[in-house]
């Protein structure tokens, strides 16, 4: 089993930055990689980013891409999302999930809690 807390959530203005962490715990060894997804009130769930867990290899939703960084620290078994220039259609609840690295929800075997990030326009 795999626990994942995520956090660093808030309320920001559109341009800033925002940190959200994810930290793993459990059977970490055993993930291939981990992802951000959001859901936005009204709206689908959809994938942000994902990062393999050993490896070097990311990957966006174009929404996001060049603004939104995943990065992870292994020692600390956390994985980021660097969220800069932020944009009012970026509020939603965040979403750490681990298992995978594609943008499909499903393909995920472990989620954490949301964190709420509200952007003001």
């Known amino acids: 089993q795999v626990q994942l807390q995520a956090s660093g959530g808030g309320w920001m203005q559109a341009g800033c930055s925002l940190r959200l962490s994810c930290a793993a715990s459990?059977?970490?060894?055993?993930?291939?990689?981990m992802g951000w997804f959001r859901h936005a009130p009204g709206k689908e769930r959809e994938f942000v980013a994902s990062?393999?867990?050993?490896?070097?290899?990311?990957y966006y939703a174009e929404c996001v891409y060049g603004r939104f960084t995943i990065s992870r620290d292994d020692a600390k078994n956390t994985v980021y999302l660097q969220m800069n220039s932020l944009k009012f259609e970026d509020t939603a609840s965040y979403y750490c999930?681990?298992?995978?690295?594609?943008?499909?929800?499903?393909?995920?075997?472990?989620w954490g809690q949301g964190t709420q990030v509200t952007v003001s326009s």
């Open positions: 990062i393999t867990w050993r490896g070097l290899s990311t």
């Open positions: 999930a681990a298992g995978s690295v594609t943008s499909t929800a499903d393909d995920y075997a472990y």
């Open positions: 459990g059977r970490t060894s055993s993930l291939y990689g």
